[in-house]
């Protein structure tokens, strides 16, 4: 039966996690993304920042694999995409059906399902990591509650447990901070610097763009096109910031940086 | 004490009764298990479609001398692949699509049988089942359809779940997804066929999404909701079928009526999701 599952892309280390060259994608002949050229290397914590309809989502659906761009390259680990089972895409919340009768330690384990193969069962080794992964992200206790029962930050940690589960390589998470309160978010950066500290590739896409440039190694300013990506004291130029937000971000001179306030996105929602 | 026992065991006396036990038992089952998918995945309206689409399969095959459930298994899993089909062309609105075959399906099977003779009593018998006029040979049909779909959902258990819980991880984790979505077409469509014969065409729905709705109500977890679901529809296709011997009503309805009634029982009574739970929250602020 093994011949009904994708055949696994070649997984090349020595190349970088993501790479993309001259990626454009459409829907109804507006560009959705277009000419994105860039490439990431391996323990890097990415934050992805833009208005809403940048294209943070559709660029994190095409390099898991979900999207196909209409040109350009996209390499994973050197591949093409579609074969890889190493990159977890965790959508934003809005995206789960939160009354599924499902607990949460079944939710973690279907990270492993490629790895357990078709028509087996979860075994102990499995079940091992997946309690590990609850460990790891500080919600053992709460394994055996339905998914719904829990607290927006809770639930953000569920699926990040199951990328652990998954032993993700690349891990995109879509607007994970979104509406959280500090202790979530603080025991979801405690998580993603140990998986960095592993080697894993994160990318984040988020709206604040304080919590980007503090928290992240690298920022990548977005707007349908890649205005910048590197340091963020090199992206969150005046100049940058005004070209990804036009005028809706206000820029403050304070001592010998800037405030920064995205005046249009808090706890806005974006689908493509 | 005796009177009771008589009471219970008098309608098998009669071996259409105790054939009629059986295959009420295995749709009890079988449905309802598979229902879960249907009801967690929104798939009643096209549940609804399929069994309807099944009655010129029926039909045909009754005309050309065939097993009725080989008519019916054909066209189901044609059409179960066809709708897989539309369904992933994002541009056609699928359930406008389904409703045009469904009616169209339907119409062409209810054409067919009109022109028959004994129309009215065939009609009746494929639209509300026959539970009672159940053979052998049918209940061995059923026996074997009903252990191979339990069999696949046992076995596809977590493929089901991940494509109905989060088709995107199903793709990143490179899970042929379609596939997987079209074997639970094909599973829908074997079901549909082995409740026609106990509750019939218009009636299917209620054995896919009744007893699965009411578990949902409950159930925490999927298995216990299947294990539920399956009590549910089982223990109603046994009260529904001394209901119909001793109140003397059609069978496939006396089943469908004591799951509605226990679906609202859970409605109004449920712990956390139902009706009940919610006012005393809402009271206590």
């Known amino acids: 039966m093994a011949q009904l599952l994708t055949r696994p892309a070649n997984h090349d280390i020595s190349a970088p996690p993501i790479q993309m060259e001259g990626v454009s994608l459409r829907y109804d002949s507006t560009f959705v993304l277009r000419d994105i050229t860039f490439s ?8 992805v920042v833009g208005p ?25 680990y050197g591949h093409k995409p579609g074969g890889h089972v190493c990159i977890a895409y965790v959508p934003q919340r809005s995206q789960v059906d939160w009354s599924f009768p499902i607990t949460v330690k079944e939710v973690v384990m279907m990270g492993r399902i490629r790895k357990i193969g078709l028509f087996r069962w979860p075994n102990r080794h499995d079940w ?56 979530s978010q603080e025991a979801i950066f405690a998580t993603l610097d140990e998986l960095k500290r592993e080697g894993v590739a994160i990318m984040v896409a988020m709206h604040d763009l304080n919590l980007a440039a503090e928290r992240f190694d690298q920022v990548m300013l977005l707007n349908r096109r890649l205005i910048d990506f590197g340091f963020p004291q090199d992206v969150f130029t005046r100049a940058s910031l005004l070209e990804a937000y036009g005028g809706n971000v206000h820029l403050l001179p304070e001592g010998e940086g800037m405030l920064i306030a995205d005046t249009c996105c808090e706890g806005g929602e974006e689908h493509l | 004490m005796d009177e009771i026992l008589h009471w219970l065991t008098q309608p098998f006396s009669y071996a259409f009764m105790i054939r009629g ?109 026959d539970l ?14 009903g252990a191979l779909v339990l069999f696949t959902v046992f076995a596809l258990y977590k493929e089901f779940l991940v494509i109905s819980f989060d088709p995107v991880l199903a793709t990143t984790l490179r899970l042929p997804v379609s596939l997987l979505q079209n074997i639970l077409l094909v599973l829908l469509a074997i079901v549909i066929v082995i409740s026609i014969q106990a509750v019939g065409v218009a009636l299917v729905l209620a054995m896919l999404v009744t007893p699965a709705s009411t578990a949902y109500l409950i159930s925490r977890r999927l298995p216990s909701m299947m294990l539920l679901s399956a009590g549910i529809g089982s223990f109603s296709a046994v009260l ?3 209901l119909s011997f001793y109140v003397n009503v059609a069978s496939g309805p006396a089943i469908v009526l004591v799951e509605t009634v226990i679906f609202v029982l ?20």
């Open chain 2, 132 to 145: 009672l006029g159940v053979s052998n040979d049918d209940l061995w049909l059923m026996a074997g359809l």
């Open chain 1, 128 to 183: 091992k990591y997946v309690r590990h992964a609850l460990e790891r992200v500080g919600i053992s206790a709460l394994s055996n509650q339905q998914i719904g029962e829990l607290s927006g930050g809770q639930q953000q940690r569920v699926f990040l447990a199951q990328a652990l589960a998954q032993e993700a390589e690349i891990v995109l998470l879509d607007e994970p901070l979104t509406g959280l309160d500090m202790p």
């Open chain 1, 40 to 47: 990431l290397p391996a323990g890097q914590l990415v934050a």
């Open chain 1, 52 to 76: 809403n309809g940048a294209g943070k989502t559709t660029l994190f659906r095409i390099i898991a694999g979900i999207l196909r761009p209409e040109a350009g390259l996209v390499h994973v």
């Open chain 2, 240 to 242: 529904g079928l001394y």
């Open chain 2, 266 to 285: 859970a409605f109004a009574l449920a712990p956390r999701r139902g009706a009940l739970w919610e006012l005393l929250r809402t009271r206590r602020g």
């Open chain 2, 21 to 129: 036990m059986w295959a009420s038992l295995i749709v009890g089952v079988v449905c309802p298990v598979l229902g879960t998918y249907v009801v967690l995945r929104g798939m009643a309206f096209l549940g609804d479609a399929l069994a309807h689409i099944i009655l010129p399969g029926v039909v045909m095959a009754f005309l050309l001398g065939w097993p009725l459930a080989a008519g019916a298994l054909l066209v189901g899993v044609l059409a179960a692949l066809a709708i897989g089909a539309l369904g992933r062309r994002s541009e056609i609105k699928q359930d406008a699509i389904i409703g045009v075959v469904f009616a169209g399906a339907f119409a062409l099977g209810v054409a067919l049988i009109s022109m028959q003779r004994s129309y009215a009593v065939d009609l009746a018998h494929i639209l509300f089942g």
